[in-house]
């Protein structure tokens, strides 16, 4: 095997996504490795202010940079004079329907203009969208048969042109990576697809769960496993907001960031407005960001005082932990389910015998959900909303399975030996011994009898687990990814011999 060491990059072609506040703290930085290897590099960009930086930076030479931004704001221009069907897109995709990777494309199908956080409404036409999604199909295009790509290198599989780029990729050969979340806590791995279910680490879990080899980390796996069933392990970002919202320093930065944001807002202008899609996350007017101050904290006493269901009058119970939204995993790996109401409606519909449905909201959206919605939820029949604060930890002890369209919460239950059936398509959790894929409302009544019944304490559903825990451990990295990319935090130095490692692996035959 060839060393990687001695791997030449020099003159291999790379296209890397700077995107937002990842391309302009570790997209750069491997910018900047990748060009001092001696490797051709393009751009795709997004957000303005962050296609600005890469055009007025010296550091690093792009051969193409393109601005998705600018595409969105005026798709018909950057068509031209060019055309294309949804059925050719389709076609040429390998799907069936385009719309389902519309949904992710929350300025358009969702409205930041009409509330925090989003709204539910259209925030733009149809033939608007249609105008972009062909768009996106040209540039794309454009990347791959012009720059020629021999690696694509992204910070995550988040919306439309994410998918374009990965499917049209893959169908030449290109490895499109990403690194991304795979439950065990401080491990990070590599994904190929937007669905999470190609790379390393799911080769890796095949291999040892089909004893091809063995892993060394199995020790190691079961000591995790142990631990974890001593003490449950907190997921890193409920700790940040956990500590964010306990601190006195905490919530002076929060009352504070209003007034930064308008002298932002006067500061820098209208650079990252787009005028087809109005008030964004990167466009807010001082009214906007007085309202989203204003309804946080609003909605964060809602959910502080709701009358929520006693959760030690729960008897049998299933439990639907909700998403964070808009985001990836719901978004695009379950785009059937994201309305996540109305899937908790039909899931407690189809509980078999005394069993009703326990819901808790997300912790990384408290201040985010109005009343409304709360209420909405509470009040559909056989749902019992409890707590937010209450620990899953004993919610997990407790229940009889987890349903869910994908979560983290399916691989904590790993550790528990609870039964859960996943409604979405996310590859990582699949993997797990403890998840049972399962898309059809109209069955899953027949499916919650025959998981509930299942017995998952057996020698081979602890050989999975350790299987699962020790691919995470062979073939992840332990670099704090997420405080690097948010905030800002860590020594990006340590993060490059697993990027470059990665890509070398991207490119060998």
């Known amino acids: 095997m060839e060393n990687n060491n001695e791997f030449n990059l020099s003159g291999r072609r790379v296209l890397i996504f700077i995107q937002r506040g990842w391309g302009l703290r570790v997209g750069h930085f491997l910018a900047k490795k990748l060009q001092a290897q001696g490797c051709t590099l393009a751009a795709l960009t997004y957000k303005k202010s962050t296609h600005q930086s890469a055009l007025n930076q010296t550091e690093v030479k792009y051969e193409m940079i393109i601005n998705n931004d600018e595409v969105m ?148 796996a079961q000591k995790y496993i142990k631990e974890f069933r001593e003490s449950f392990k907190v997921p890193k970002y409920s700790q940040r907001i956990n500590k964010r919202y306990a601190s006195w320093r905490g919530k002076i930065k929060r009352e504070l960031k209003v007034f930064y944001d308008i002298f932002n807002y006067f500061k820098y202008g209208k650079v990252n407005a787009l005028k087809n899609i109005g008030p964004s996350i990167d466009y807010r007017t001082p009214r906007i960001i007085l309202r989203d101050h204003l309804a946080k904290r609003r909605y964060r006493r809602a959910a502080d005082h709701f009358h929520y269901y006693p959760f030690n009058k729960l008897d049998k119970f299933v439990y639907f932990p909700l998403q964070f939204q808009p985001e990836a995993t719901i978004d695009v790996m379950a785009a059937r389910f994201n309305n996540q109401i109305e899937t908790a409606r039909q899931v407690a519909m189809s509980l078999p015998d005394d069993y009703t449905l326990a819901v808790k909201d997300h912790p990384a959206m408290l201040g985010m959900r109005s009343r409304s919605y709360l209420e909405k939820l509470s009040r559909t029949p056989n749902v019992k909303l409890i707590d937010y604060r209450i620990p899953t930890k004993d919610i997990l002890q407790k229940t009889a399975l987890i349903i869910s369209p994908s979560s983290t919460t399916v691989a904590e239950a790993a550790f528990y030996n609870k039964p859960a059936i996943q409604l979405g398509d996310l590859g990582t959790t699949l993997k797990l011994p403890n998840v049972f894929w399962h898309n059809n409302l109209a069955t899953l009544s027949g499916k919650i009898k025959e998981i509930i019944k299942l017995d998952l304490h057996t020698d081979e559903y602890e050989r999975r687990l350790e299987n699962y825990v020790a691919a995470a451990i062979d073939t992840g990295f332990d670099f704090d990814y997420v405080s690097a990319w948010e905030e800002g935090k860590g020594n990006l130095e340590e993060l490059w011999p697993v990027y470059r490692r990665e890509i070398i692996n991207c490119l060998k035959p």
């Open 73 to 220: 704001e005026d798709p018909g221009k950057y068509l031209a004079t060019d055309d294309y069907t949804l059925e050719q897109i389709c076609s040429d995709l390998g799907i069936d329907s385009v719309w389902p990777i519309i949904g992710t494309l929350r300025w358009h199908v969702k409205s930041y203009r009409d509330a925090y956080y989003y709204g539910y409404k259209q925030n733009v036409s149809d033939e608007e969208i249609i105008l972009y999604v062909k768009a996106v199909y040209k540039y794309v295009n454009k990347i791959l048969d012009e720059f020629k790509p021999e690696v694509i290198i992204a910070p995550n599989f988040l919306e439309l042109s994410h998918i374009f780029v990965n499917i049209l990729a893959a169908k030449r050969g290109i490895t499109m990576m990403a690194a991304t979340d795979c439950k065990i806590q401080g491990k990070s791995i590599f994904s190929y697809s937007y669905l999470n279910d190609r790379g390393p680490f799911y080769d890796y879990v095949d291999g040892l769960n089909d004893k091809k080899f063995t892993s060394h980390n199995v020790p190691a």
